[in-house]
């Protein structure tokens, strides 16, 4: 069975620090994907970032990085130079490709990030 | 391009009354979800279907919720009689089904509030 879990509930930063939110998963299956939502106050899920678990290359956006390791089954986020607006819900999410189909996505419980000016 | 529309964007209701949620997937998608969000449980999977068929309804908590999908372009999401513990924020999804799993695009949800 899939399983998320993201052992941060909350941080709190100030501004321009940098800030990791980790995520550790469980799946039994050889090929899955991993993504990361972002929920701003106002509740909408912003997608930012899927990665297939046959690509453990570092994935740098912006002030967004994210690091996958398969060897500790973790597929954290950083983001540098935290901005007020960076102040939200962070979800960590998998999906299994079985034989079947693509599985839903399973989500962690989230981290609240807050920054503070 | 219009995204997932969700209705309505918040209902109050009364413990006994029947709900009625509804969802129109993005063009083109052949696969929609519906998940809740409370502080408690976080999100998690009600119902999918993939090309108008439910695959799995094991997420759907009680007898009292029912979801169809009558076309590609609309789902609902029924909870008849509601409770104050269905109190939550319903979303739902949409993602095309080929190749490995895509994003999933996300309406903005409903949130309802059974008093």
């Known amino acids: 069975a899939q399983k998320v879990t993201q052992a941060q509930t909350e941080i709190s930063v100030v501004e321009k620090e940098d800030v990791t939110l980790d995520c550790v998963y469980e799946?039994?299956?050889?090929?899955?994907?991993l993504f990361w939502y972002k929920q701003p106050p106002s509740g909408e899920l912003v997608f930012l970032i899927r990665?297939?678990?046959?690509?453990?290359q570092n994935e740098i956006s912006g002030r967004y990085s994210w690091n996958f390791q398969k060897s500790t089954s973790s597929f954290n986020f950083t983001i540098t130079a935290s901005q007020v607006v960076d102040s939200a819900v962070y979800f960590c999410?998998?999906?299994?490709?079985?034989?079947?189909?693509?599985?839903?996505?399973?989500f962690g419980k989230g981290t609240r990030l807050s920054v503070i000016a | 391009d219009a995204g997932v529309i969700q209705s309505p964007r918040h209902e109050v209701t009364e413990m006994g009354q029947e709900v009625t949620l509804r969802c129109k997937p993005i063009?083109?998608?052949?696969?929609l979800f519906w998940y809740r969000q409370t502080m408690m449980r976080g999100l998690e999977l009600l119902i999918y279907?993939?090309?108008?068929?439910?695959?799995?309804d094991s997420g759907m908590p009680e007898d009292r919720f029912s979801a169809k999908m009558p076309n590609a372009s609309f789902s609902t999401l029924k909870i008849q009689p509601s409770e104050p513990r269905d109190s939550a924020v319903y979303f739902c999804?949409?993602?095309?089904?080929?190749?490995?799993?895509?994003?999933?695009?996300f309406g903005e949800g409903s949130r309802l509030t059974v008093l």
């Open positions: 999804a949409s993602r095309r089904l080929a190749g490995g799993p895509g994003e999933l695009f």
């Open positions: 063009s083109g998608h052949n696969s």
């Open positions: 999410a998998l999906s299994e490709v079985l034989n079947s189909g693509n599985t839903p996505l399973v």
């Open positions: 279907f993939n090309n108008n068929v439910p695959i799995d």
């Open positions: 990665r297939n678990s046959f690509d453990e």
């Open positions: 799946t039994r299956d050889t090929t899955y994907y």
